[in-house]
């Protein structure tokens, strides 16, 4: 299976709908991939928060409408990262969308844990509260996005639901790269997944962006990891890899903690 990961150069002199534009072309120009996947709210920036507000779409806005054609064009499967979106109810959430080869949407993830604790994301956007996972003719995908890497519970989840391929689109800052690396290798070996992690390059609302997305088989081995600027990985994975490790070495079996209510005394 081809996976192209897009690390997308955020810049703040570039409108939305140039941006849009420029993705996806770029999401075309893949065509012979399996898979390709998009950052975190690459149309406005994570950490641009003044504008979530303003540039907030409806699910089925311009930014799934030019996703959904460009994932058709290219013939993918096309992880589009995640937008700002308005629920019709009022709700901002940080919303990933999934397409098709046909364009059609197979999933789209309300982003579960929202960072900035008592401002940004945190305040401003609704979280999600639903688990997903897509079946590709090769592999199960589960979703997460930025801040999840955190919580390793929630991956232990998506891998009970039958995930092997652990997709993360960010917005990693610079200063916390470190952090990026090693949870991705992390979430890679406790679930003996393969992890595709896309974040964002450049700067925007003043914040520096890690860059280095990455590619981690079931063993924790680091596949492909970009630079800092805008650059598009492209890896061959074996899904098959993911079952031939849990059978190598059956960690996953002897788990004990989580399977059943804990006893309090």
Not at 32 to 38: C, I, K, P
Not at 43 to 69: D, I, N, R, S
Not at 135 to 162: H, I, K, M, Q, W
Not at 203 to 224: F, M, N, R, T
Request: glycine share 8%.
């Amino acid at each position: 299976m081809r996976a192209s990961l897009l690390q997308i150069d955020v810049n703040e002199g570039e409108s939305v709908e140039s941006r849009r534009r420029r993705v996806a072309s770029l999401v075309r120009e893949q065509a012979g991939a399996d898979l390709v996947v998009l950052p975190e709210l690459w149309t406005t920036g994570a950490f641009a928060y003044e504008v979530f507000a303003q540039e907030a779409e409806p699910l089925e806005g311009p930014t799934y409408e030019a996703m959904a054609k460009a994932a058709s064009d290219a013939g993918v499967w096309l992880h589009a990262g995640s937008i700002p979106e308005r629920d019709p109810d009022g709700p901002l959430y940080n919303t990933s969308l999934l397409f098709s080869p046909s364009g059609d949407l197979a999933a789209a993830y309300r982003k579960i844990h929202r960072f900035g604790f008592d401002k940004g994301e945190a305040v401003l956007m609704a979280a999600g509260r639903d688990l997903v996972t897509v079946r590709l003719p090769d592999t199960t995908l589960g979703v997460a996005t930025c801040y999840d890497l955190r919580f390793p519970e929630l991956f232990r989840s998506l891998v009970d639901a039958g995930a092997e391929t652990l997709v993360v689109p960010a917005g990693w800052p610079e200063r916390r790269r470190a952090h990026w690396t090693l949870l991705a290798r992390a979430r890679a070996v406790e679930n003996q997944a393969f992890v595709l992690a896309c974040g964002t390059a450049g700067s925007h609302a003043g914040v520096p962006q890690a860059g280095h997305s990455i590619v981690v088989d079931p063993w924790g081995e680091v596949l492909a990891e970009a630079g800092s600027g805008e650059e598009i990985l492209t890896v061959d994975i074996d899904p098959a890899r993911v079952a031939t490790t849990r059978e190598q070495f059956p960690a996953l079996k002897d788990r004990v903690l989580g399977l059943e209510p804990p006893h309090t005394f």
